[in-house]
Nanobody, 121 residues
Framework: QVQLVESGGGLVQAGGSLRLSCAAS????????MTWYRQAPGKQRELVARITSDDVTNFADSVKGRFAISRDNAKKSGYLEMNSLKPEDTAVYYCNAYIKTGRWSPSLGYWGQGTQVTVSS
């Protein structure tokens, strides 16, 4: 059984910073692309940032220059460093990862439970 657990959310003032973590556990052979999404109340879930297994990254235009994404393959973890936060960054942030449970297994997508980020003005 594979689990993804996010942590690091909270309440922060505009202009502040937060660092989200996403830890994968269970029977894991490899972790491929890791992606952070967010969903604000009444809005659709949107991609925030993605990092591939080759450390290629891409970001939503709304967070470019403010957010950074990284990963630690040894820890099977991913991170989202969020700086210069704005009230419009308020949302539940979800981690998604494509994981293989064995050498010949397909790479399947898994989701974490989400962590709330609230930015006050």
């Amino acid at each position: 059984q594979v689990q993804l657990v996010e942590s690091g959310g909270g309440l922060v003032q505009a202009g502040g910073s937060l660092r989200l973590s996403c830890a994968a556990s269970g029977s894991i052979f490899s972790v491929n692309a890791m992606t952070w999404y967010r969903q604000a109340p009444g809005k659709q879930r949107e991609l925030v940032a993605r990092i591939t297994s080759d450390d290629v990254t891409n970001f939503a235009d709304s967070v470019k220059g403010r957010f950074a994404i990284s990963r630690d393959n040894a820890k099977k973890s991913g991170y989202l460093e969020m700086n210069s936060l704005k009230p419009e960054d308020t949302a539940v942030y979800y981690c998604n990862a494509y994981i293989k449970t064995g050498r010949w297994s397909p790479s399947l997508g898994y989701w974490g439970q989400g962590t709330q980020v609230t930015v006050s003005s």
